[in-house]
């Protein structure tokens, strides 16, 4: 008996999500830790988790709500923060196009994970498309949410040395990347997101060098727009 | 700060972060425009450079190492990578590496 396209699809989806595994099990548990070091119940980061659903936005939360009211600055650093996911929705606009039902979950969902996942534009052999895209969705939140309960929870008394774990997100990203250049006849959106987003970093400091470089790199495949089209033909 | 205004700040986060999900979706609901179609399909290579560098902003965890244990296992990753073409494989490699030079050569306190 062969497998139905839904289960094949969530097969694949937990086969290509398993370093997410890893590096949420990682991050969300340190994010529950914190949040109970805090003197939160374990309450306030599940439910965080699950709305916010942006790690790096959580933790400045975290610390944000333990000062003082200031909700207008939550709306801006939000807005800040994720900008990037801008650029996700742009690259996904036309393969999210025809899920139906599952889009608004999808979208709900886009993070820096699951973009790498999906953004690549794989979907393995016998896996339905559209329910490949909403296990992978769902697994990525799923394990967010799980990882920052146990840490919430019983972070205080885990017996194993995990430090360095927490370079399994740049691994993932670089190893990415490289696999992208594998992939490219030419590189200059690799090298031009690469060497602006440096520039910026180096210019701008760590707090402000995101949004100048998501400018400058549009800017460049702009520039680049008539040689690129014509280079590529084709979906990256 | 009350439950409330925390909750309340946290509500317009997520308001916020969701917009940034939603915007480009809504903007282009009906055909997308072949700008941005061109945008969408070479915006990927320049993400993953942009992530590479987002994720090394900090620089390193181990003061007075000058990096290295992210520069070799860094270069283990990408090494790996180039070599089997297997993501699962460069990413559980460069970990492990990293976890062992932060663990056993240059020790972090805590």
């Known amino acids: ?236 | 700060m009350t439950t409330l205004q925390s909750a309340v700040m946290i509500g317009l986060a997520v308001l916020a972060t969701q917009l940034t999900r939603w915007i480009p979706f809504l903007l282009f609901r009906r055909k997308t425009p072949p700008v941005i179609a061109y945008l969408g399909s070479v915006l990927p290579s320049a993400i993953w450079g942009m992530l590479v560098i987002y994720c090394f902003r900090n620089g390193t965890l181990v003061a007075g190492s000058n990096g290295m244990p992210e520069i070799l296992a860094s270069a283990v990753t990408v090494g790996l990578q180039a070599w089997k073409r297997n993501l699962a494989i460069s990413i559980a490699g460069g970990t492990l590496c990293y976890m062992a030079l932060v663990q056993l050569f240059f020790p972090i306190s805590g």
Request: glycine share 10%; charged share 15%; net charge neutral.
């Open chain 1, 1 to 236: 008996m062969t497998d139905h396209p839904v289960a094949t699809s969530a097969k694949a989806a937990f086969r290509s999500t398993l370093p997410i595994l890893v590096g949420f099990g990682f991050c969300g548990f340190s994010y529950g830790l914190y949040m109970h070091s805090l003197g939160f119940e374990p309450v306030f980061p599940i439910l965080m988790a699950l709305t916010i659903f942006a790690g790096s936005l959580e933790f400045i939360m975290a610390s944000m709500i333990t000062g003082a009211f200031a909700p207008l600055t939550a709306f801006v650093v939000g807005l800040v923060v994720n900008a990037r996911h801008l650029f996700y929705g742009i690259a996904m606009l036309d393969r999210y196009r025809d899920t139906g039902a599952l889009k608004p979950y999808l979208i709900y969902g886009l993070i820096d994970e699951t973009f790498s996942i999906l953004g690549m534009g794989r979907v393995p052999a016998g896996a339905d498309r559209r329910w490949y895209y909403f296990f992978v969705t769902l697994f990525n939140e799923a394990y967010w949410v799980l990882s920052t309960a146990v840490g919430a929870m019983f972070g205080e008394d885990m017996p194993f040395d995990t430090r360095g774990i927490e370079f399994v997100m740049p691994a993932l990203f670089l190893a990415i990347f490289v696999s992208s250049w594998q992939q490219e006849r030419q590189h200059v959106g690799s090298l031009g997101g690469l060497g602006i987003t440096l520039g910026c970093l180096l210019a701008f400091g760590t707090s402000h060098f995101l949004l100048a470089a998501m400018v400058f790199i549009v800017l460049l495949l702009l520039l680049f727009r008539k040689k690129l089209s014509t280079m590529t033909g084709e979906k990256a």
